[in-house]
């Protein structure tokens, strides 16, 4: 949940600065206005959702109890209401002005502050807790958080350079690169699920597939002309519910089987290894009062 919430933030941040490029480019200043003011506020939801998404990956035994509770949601969404706030009513952005066919904006200096102290802590925050757990982890899982904190590390680094620190200086000829940045950290996801299976590929790609032939066929159900159609169509898609709710079912319950027989067999390896030093420990003791008995007072 906390990894869809990071790619619709992504997402909705990249397409905000391209609607709003495109529109400049068209000579529509005001809606070039509306959309960066979107692109603003959409950035805010990034470091949020990439903290949780730290916070609780890989597995949930790295979860505190604050963070996750309504109380702490709610403190940690507070400066990104305030700064929504003062985005909408103009706070943020004072002037916009041309400067070599680019769009400068001139921004109230206290408020950009505020806006930049909070996505640099937040995204600091985010990137300590996952650099904890890479520290707390070893074998396939240290290789998972390596490949994602290399990603999100390179992919931050340039679009905070480029669409965060260079505004300061009214420099926004290269506020572009800052989606193309994100081509690091979906990078580092796909070789991720490739290579070492960080998210569940097999069940992902099964809730996507039944999802989207659900909406088609819901889709379907509005442009029958006749009873009979919308009968028919009502038919099958109660039919493709059905199945698609008893195939993930199904997956589920088998990955929830191999991850136990896992458990499993780990724990047989781990009680192996610990018969063997017990059998070795009392060959050692045999050996050793065999001979003292042997040894005459």
């Not at 941040?13 to 495109?22: E, L």
């Not at 690091?184 to 490739?194: D, E, H």
Request: glycine share 4%; hydrophobic share 55%; charged share 15%.
């Amino acid at each position: 949940i906390y990894f869809l919430l990071l790619v619709f933030s992504l997402i909705a941040w990249s397409a905000t600065i391209v609607f709003s490029r495109s529109l400049f480019l068209m000579g529509k200043i005001e809606d070039f206005l509306f959309w960066r003011k979107m692109s603003y506020i959409s950035a805010l939801i990034l470091p949020l959702a990439a903290l949780y998404f730290f916070y609780s990956f890989p597995r949930e035994k790295y979860k505190p109890g604050f963070v996750f509770t309504f109380t702490g949601f709610f403190v940690l969404a507070l400066p990104a209401l305030f700064l929504t706030s003062f985005i909408f009513n103009d706070y943020l952005i004072e002037e916009v002005f041309l400067d070599g066919g680019e769009g400068v904006l001139r921004f109230n200096i206290f408020v950009y502050l505020f806006y930049t102290l909070y996505l640099v802590g937040y995204l600091t925050l985010a990137f300590f807790k996952l650099a904890r757990n890479y520290s707390q982890s070893a074998g396939s899982e240290r290789d998972q958080l390596f490949v994602v904190l290399a990603g999100m590390l390179a992919s931050a680094i340039i679009a905070s350079t480029t669409n965060l620190f260079l505004p300061w200086f009214q420099i926004f000829d290269y506020f572009w690169l800052g989606p193309v940045a994100m081509v690091f950290l979906t990078s580092a996801m796909a070789y991720g699920i490739v290579k070492y299976q960080l998210l569940n590929a097999r069940m992902f790609a099964s809730e996507v597939f039944t999802g989207l032939i659900i909406f088609i066929l819901a889709g379907e159900v509005f442009f029958a002309q006749t009873p009979s159609e919308i009968f028919l169509r009502l038919a099958v898609l109660g039919l493709v519910l059905i199945f698609s709710y008893f195939l993930i079912k199904s997956i589920y319950q088998e990955i929830k089987t191999r991850q136990s027989l896992e458990t499993t067999s780990k724990q047989l390896i781990e009680a192996n290894i610990k018969l063997k030093k017990e059998d070795q420990i009392k060959t050692e003791f045999l050996s050793l009062a065999s001979h003292q008995l042997l040894t005459p007072l």
